[in-house]
């Protein structure tokens, strides 16, 4: 029964919240139920947060969710029938006016004017989710973690499948943009058992399989050079089809195997070059795939197009679980409030079988419930399975602050800068230059 399933969920991550896990457990519920809530303190007028508004950021504050227990039970609930498909992307919480969290760093953000550089000041926090379907909108985050300032997006990325796939029972597909692949993170992902789907940039070099040893030197590491941008150096394709698609038209799918980054030559890779025929002056799409048997390459473009909606996971949990909007004073407080998200959308998942769809007057019915209409609808289910909080026991009024006690300033926190810029380190010292 989806109800009893849903049941099951809630009392297994209850009791891996921690300290505060009544207080906790409510205001996740309370969160989902409240679309527009203005702060963090307003989650406490919803009827199913009992306790009073002090007792929200208090909860934050004692509260300890066992980040990887709660995986182990996200990944209980996955569908098994099937190989599963893994993304790993990352996103801002901006803090730009935050001078007293510490580690804020340089984070990318894009916007609508170009003028302006895209980057914002905040913490950058990288996910791991699970796609459970093949049409649809969900997406199902088993880890998200803030990257440290000692981190790079690629490192935690790494991490996270290094902790997530031994505990899958079948070898997983993960599927990353364009800034994962390179050859940092074909190393460091090496010993991890997944196959791995990469979009590449269009100005990435690629090099062959080495040329027979002559016996003299040191052998050859790498051999013709594979330009993706520069069609002289390409060698001719092992494979090469034609397909129509439903969504993206005709599409020309080109593959060619044995190739390598330059710092990861024994790290072999398929390339793919999807171009659609309908439109020719569209840039073509170039992917990489590293691991074992590659499927066809009609499927490896689906799996490319599967993952796209972590990026509705991003503005869902943003605009309607309220991730970015609490204003925390220590990173471990966003931390602990960013692992509230994950499993706030499992429980959204697991419920979308018990809600009956009931739109608003402007919105049209739908068959397959969205997370955003799940949660519209959250309420009845509360009322069905029940809560597994006690009822709050009042302790009396706070004493408040000590008299005569003194205030004192927070510390303030320079914004860290990770490592030299790109074009920094190429510049040159022109100042002890000999000219003859």
Known sequence: MPDLKLKLFRNQVYHLLGNAKDAVFELTDAAILSPRPNSLAELSFSPVFRRRWHSVYEAI?????????LMEVYISHMILNQRPLLVGDHSAWLKPDAVTLQERTYEHQPGKIKVNQPIGVGFGYSTLAYIPEEKGSWALPLLQERINSSDTAISKLSEQLRKVCPYLEKRAIVVVDSQYGCASFVKQTADIPCDQLMRLSSNRCFYGEPIGYNGRGRPRLHGKKFKLNDETTWSPEAQKVEVEHPTQGRLQIQAWHNLHFRQASNEPLSLIRVQKLDSPKSKPLWLAWNGEQMPTLIEVVEFYLRPFTIEHWYR?????????????????????????????????????????????????????????????????????????????????????????????????YPIVKKGRGKFESQKKDTKNVKFA
């Open 316 to 412: 869902f949990c943003k605009q309607r679980l309220h991730w970015t909007l609490p204003n925390f004073g220590t990173k471990e407080q966003c931390d602990r409030w960013s692992d509230l998200m994950p499993m706030m959308t499992w429980e959204l998942w697991l419920a979308r079988e018990v809600i009956v769809d009931c739109p608003l007057p402007w919105q049209k019915s739908q068959i397959n419930l969205t997370p955003g209409r799940v949660a519209q609808g959250f309420g009845t289910v509360i009322a069905l399975v029940g809560t597994p909080t006690s009822a709050p026991k009042p302790r009396g009024k706070s004493p408040g602050w000590k008299k005569g006690q003194l205030r004192h300033k927070r510390k303030r």
């Open 61 to 69: 504050e004692d509260c300890s969710p066992s980040r990887y227990k």
